[in-house]
């Protein structure tokens, strides 16, 4: 509990690398586009290439363009955390969500840069179609989603704490 009290960013980072822990073992297990099924559950390996994607962007800008955004959005929230001369829950949760968004974010580029890929292993069939995904991205999602509410209550706590919300 410590580390995550006085280090939220190295707990949230190590949260959101940990799927480098999942990753080898699922393309130890299985060949790339091997997959099988239980039930409607998908596990395998299926690789996402890099490739142009949106935009005619290619995978790689686009971890730089996140990467960029994740920044400006840790030393926004700092900024307001030293403006305000106090932290509090909400920012000690904004940076542990923030920093798990970058550890997913540094696998991910990791693995792409070296592999060419990023390795899904996890997934789900609908109707002939399937989805496959990592825990990476369950991490990215959870930490997205923890942020906002996070956020609002820094926001409401340090304007709560200079006597401008009653």
């Known amino acids: 509990m410590k580390l995550l009290t006085r ?12 799927d ?9 297990i299985f060949e790339p586009s091997e997959a099988i099924r239980l039930g409607a559950v998908l596990l395998g390996n299926v690789p996402h290439h890099r490739e142009v994607r949106a935009l005619g962007l290619e995978t790689m800008v686009w971890f730089g363009i996140a990467a960029v955004v994740l920044a400006a959005m840790y030393a926004g929230m700092r900024w307001a955390e030293r403006i305000g ?4 829950a909400g920012f000690v ?4 969500f923030l920093a798990g968004v970058a550890g997913v974010l540094a696998i991910n580029v990791l693995e792409a840069a070296t592999t060419g890929a990023v390795t899904n292993y996890l997934g789900w069939t609908h109707a002939g179609r399937f989805t496959m995904l990592n825990l990476g ?3 990215l999602w959870a930490c997205l989603l923890g942020f906002l509410p996070a956020a609002a209550v820094a926001a409401a706590t340090l304007l709560r ?3 401008r919300v009653a």
Not at 85 to 88: C, L, Q, Y
Not at 93 to 96: D, L, P, T
Request: aromatic share 12%; glycine share 12%; charged share 15%.
């Open 7 to 18: 280090h939220p960013e190295l707990a949230g980072f190590l949260l959101g690398a940990s």
């Open 20 to 28: 480098l822990l999942v990753r080898p073992w699922a393309k130890w």
């Open 85 to 88: 001369g106090a932290s509090n």
């Open 93 to 96: 949760a904004c940076r542990f």
């Open 137 to 139: 991205d369950l991490v």
């Open 161 to 163: 704490s200079q006597g």
